[in-house]
């Protein structure tokens, strides 16, 4: 007869056994960004970071519209929550979803007026018309973050939405 051994655990007993320490194991994450891999890289956010799906509070409808606009604009979280955005896109343009300070929504969109692509990231996903996607974030500052498209023109068309943070 036959034992069936979990994936994982036969991973991590071939990897033990070949001398890798945990801090160089990674297993591929699937993100809603078109299953491309997460990458911060070297830049982390002062206003929370990538949440757990399994520790989510609340889930939040948006829905980013031709009319360089997101419904609805504004929302209010609390400090410590995992939050996950389900945007659909309504309109027939591409749109984006980055969560932001001012800061980084400025330098976003200055990397998007150059022509640059939208670069994967663990804070923006881009939306195809018609397709919803989601984003888990969790709040770890009390502030303001914003949210936005940066196609060209919609963020300086007022495509932008506010995040308040309560402690």
């Not at 078109?34 to 949440?51: N, R, T, V, Y």
């Not at 939040?60 to 997101?70: G, H, N, R």
Request: with cysteine.
């Amino acid at each position: 007869m036959r034992q069936l051994v979990p994936i994982g655990f036969t991973l991590v007993v071939l990897l033990s056994a070949c001398g890798a320490d945990d801090s160089t194991i990674q297993a591929p994450q699937e993100s809603e960004q078109g299953g491309h891999e997460m990458d911060m890289g070297d830049e982390g956010f002062a206003f929370g970071e990538p949440g757990n799906q399994s520790e989510l509070d609340l889930m939040v409808d948006i829905s980013a519209l031709d009319s360089l606009e997101f419904d609805p604009e504004t929302l209010e979280v609390q400090s410590g929550e995992t939050i996950t955005f389900v945007v659909t896109n309504d309109g027939k343009n591409v749109h984006e979803f980055v969560v932001g300070g001012e800061s980084y929504q400025q330098e976003h969109a200055t990397e998007m007026s150059g022509g640059e692509q939208m670069r994967a990231g663990a804070n923006q996903i881009e939306i195809k018309p018609g397709a919803t996607k989601s984003l888990t974030w969790t709040f770890t500052q009390p502030g303001e973050v914003l949210y936005g498209c940066h196609e060209p023109g919609h963020y300086e068309g007022g495509m932008v939405g506010t995040i308040e943070v309560s402690s």
